[in-house]
């Protein structure tokens, strides 16, 4: 089989503007990059929807089980079932998240899917893209730079420099680059004190842009960043600096979504990237409102395991947004249920019942974490050409004891064709799904108790463990008025705990948190358990030394 990019660089992708007509999208909406891309105008949310649909679309929210190494593919698993329903006469739209760099070169690859179930163009999508990353960049890093320069003259504000929170940021996995000192070279350096990196994906500015419903909720949410503390401990927001107006000139164009494509025609929105590790994890509201706003179905994902990304989509995106999901499918293969059995990734190409058997239990936490909130999952079985008939009918039963609809989907190696199966169960699925979902907490609950809620209810932990540091922080968050925010847990992605060692279903852990941080403009309190890092290293091996051009052609890219 030939190899993603060369599959992607194959395709002949329809002209951008007949995709955005076959979605009801004003030729005049459309701010044009080339013939394949484009940014479509916020005025789109204003017109009429399209005669032949109505109503607005039904959501669909792409999750999977704990990941591993061997890969789940939910964005391949949100490809195949939006071809699946397009095949099957549906009228569709993707939401996704834009790549990072940072794991495009790195260890992960990049994120516009795989096999015959990618978005195109993938190169340009895995590599800058529209831009969106480096505005996000560029805005975050001008109110870091301000506030140094605000110290360096005068200081009138009375920061207190040993509290500065506002980090800076860039999309390239750089561990040198976690912890910095500023302000060296003399007087002209400005005022020497210790500050740090974090990945764009994790940056404050990237949540609020995928938060904002407009140009002025965008605006309010940037006024109201948290960068510090005076000298007398109360707090200093951005609008104090005077300088979001011109963080929101940067983020202007960033916030218009992106129309791409599948590499069957259908229409995808790809916008904004929050990890969902060290954030929330899923893509922007406006993509998700435009998909459901101009299509019958709209199938978008959250990041990572069911654990971090789902729980942070249904208890802050859709919380804050108004949003609810006509079905959940949870994403599982049988070369990820083997590795939480206990299966080297070097052996997982031969069958293994017994070693499947041992990591179901990961599949069957994240369905009892579904029901939490009043949602019953379809089970998507990501097929891999390895997988044996007997292992793919164990996963079967087990669905089938448990009361959970399950397909197989084949969508990596024959595109829509693969997806039909799954996007049949889901339309029948969502037909007989009414209930809204119910969140997990109550937002006016203390703290400590919503994100226990999360820790036992998701994790399956039996207690949390907050350190002296992380009290403090509780304390100062009361002080200051921030405790009716939801929480936003930041935790390793490969197992349910904050200990990566611990895969399949571990019990009897508790969950460390060691730090908590306001996220005033986003509106949410970020979390830090375990060693879970805002700024990502590169391994031994970057994927960035395969990465090449031959002639004209990319190579290499994943």
């Known amino acids: 089989m030939s190899t993603d990019v060369e599959i992607a660089q194959s395709a002949k992708p329809l002209p951008i503007r007949e995709i955005a007509q076959r979605l009801g999208i004003d030729e005049g909406d459309l701010h044009l990059y080339g013939t394949d891309i484009a940014k479509v105008d916020l005025a789109a949310f204003g017109r009429p929807r399209p005669p032949s649909r109505p109503q607005a679309g039904r959501l669909v929210l792409v999750s999977a089980i704990t990941p591993t190494p061997a890969g789940e593919g939910k964005t391949t698993t949100s490809i195949g079932l939006a071809d699946g329903l397009s095949r099957i ?7 996704l998240r834009e790549p990072s760099l940072g794991p495009s070169l790195g260890l992960k690859g990049g994120a516009a899917g795989g096999g015959y179930a990618q978005v195109i163009p993938m190169e340009r999508i895995n590599l800058h893209f529209t831009g969106d990353f480096h505005a996000i960049t560029s805005a975050h890093n001008l109110l870091a730079a301000l506030i140094d320069n605000h110290l360096h003259h005068g ?31 003399g007087r002209s350096g400005g005022l020497p004190r210790e500050s740090g990196f974090d990945i764009t994906a994790a940056s404050e500015v990237m949540a609020i842009l995928c938060l904002a419903d407009g140009l002025e909720d965008l605006r309010a949410r940037l006024d109201r960043i948290l960068i510090g503390f005076d000298t007398a401990g109360e707090p200093v927001r951005a609008s104090a600096l005077g300088g979001t107006g011109a963080m ?190 119910k969140p997990l907490y109550d937002r006016s609950a203390p703290i400590v108790e919503k994100i226990e809620a999360v820790a036992v209810g998701m994790y399956g932990a039996r207690g949390v463990d907050f350190t002296k540091s992380a009290r403090r922080n509780l304390a100062e968050i009361e002080r200051l008025g921030f405790a009716e925010l939801p929480v936003c847990i930041a935790k390793v992605p490969g197992s349910l705990s904050d200990d990566a060692r611990l ?56």
Do not use: Y
């Open 89 to 95: 006469g549906e009228s569709v739209a993707l939401a």
């Open 155 to 185: 200081n009138a504000l009375n920061l207190d420099a040993r509290r500065i929170l506002w980090p800076r940021v860039m999309d390239m996995n750089d561990r040198a680059l976690r912890d910095i000192v500023v302000g060296l070279g």
């Open 248 to 437: 929101l000139a940067l983020l202007r164009e960033a916030l218009r979504p992106n129309l791409v494509q599948t590499l069957e025609g259908t229409p995808a929105i790809v916008h904004g990237g929050p990890f969902a590790n060290i954030a929330h994890g899923c893509n922007s509201v406006l993509a998700t409102r435009l998909a459901l706003h101009q299509a019958d179905w709209a199938i978008t994902e959250a990041g990572f395991g069911f654990d971090l990304g789902a729980e942070k989509f249904f208890d802050i995106k859709c919380t804050e947004a108004g949003l609810d999901t006509a079905a959940v499918v949870l994403v599982a293969t049988v070369r990820a249920l083997k590795m939480h059995g206990g299966v080297k990734r070097a052996a997982l190409s031969e069958p293994d019942t017994q070693a499947l058997e041992r990591g179901l239990p990961n599949l069957e936490k994240h369905i009892e974490s579904i029901r939490l909130f009043g949602e019953l999952p379809v089970v998507a079985l990501n097929r891999f050409s390895q997988d044996s008939a007997s292992e793919i009918e164990i996963v079967a039963e087990r669905c089938r004891a448990l009361g959970v609809p399950f397909a197989v989907a084949d969508h990596h190696s024959r595109g829509g064709e693969g997806g039909e199966a799954l996007a049949r169960l889901v339309v029948e699925h969502a037909e007989k799904s009414s209930l809204p979902f």
């Open 503 to 558: 895969r399949g279903r571990p019990s009897d852990f508790v969950i460390t948190v060691r730090e908590i941080q306001i996220n005033a403009g986003a509106g949410f309190l970020v979390v830090l358990t375990g060693d879970i890092m805002r700024m990502p290293g590169l391994p031994s091996r970057p994927l960035a030394e395969r990465i090449d051009v031959e002639g004209d052609r990319l190579v290499g890219l994943e």
